[in-house]
Nanobody
Framework: QVRLVESGGGLVQPGGSLRLSCAAS????????MGWYRQTPGKQRDLVAA???????NYADSVKGRFTISRDNAENTVYLQMNSLKPEDTAVYYC?????????????????WGQGTQVTVSS
């Protein structure tokens, strides 16, 4: 099993910044891609930003130029630097990791989620 632990959410004023972190831990696994999604009540969970182990990036149009995703492959940690935050960025942010692990001698794919961290942008 791979465990994802998120940190860094909170309350910030419009125009402010926050940095989210997500660390993956476990054994016998390798991660192909990590990303951040967000969800507000009654709506689906949407991609915010993702990064592959090779460094390919993908951003939602609404955050381009304001958010930056980065990754420490050695530490299996992904970061989301969020600048120029807007009230519409308010949501629960979830970390996601996709990859493979060795279980009972077999290679199996996985797609895990973190527990979520609340980001509130309000004056």
């Amino acid at each position: 099993q791979v465990r994802l632990v998120e940190s860094g959410g909170g309350l910030v004023q419009p125009g402010g910044s926050l940095r989210l972190s997500c660390a993956a831990s476990g054994s016998n696994f390798s991660i192909v891609a990590m990303g951040w999604y967000r969800q507000t009540p009654g709506k689906q969970r949407d991609l915010v930003a993702a990064i592959t182990s090779g460094g390919m990036l993908n951003y939602a149009d609404s955050v381009k130029g304001r958010f930056t995703i980065s990754r420490d492959n050695a530490e299996n940690t992904v970061y989301l630097q969020m600048n120029s935050l807007k009230p519409e960025d308010t949501a629960v942010y979830y970390c996601n990791a996709k990859g493979s692990m060795i279980l009972t001698g077999q290679k199996r794919g996985f797609d895990y989620w973190g527990q979520g961290t609340q980001v509130t942008v309000s004056s």
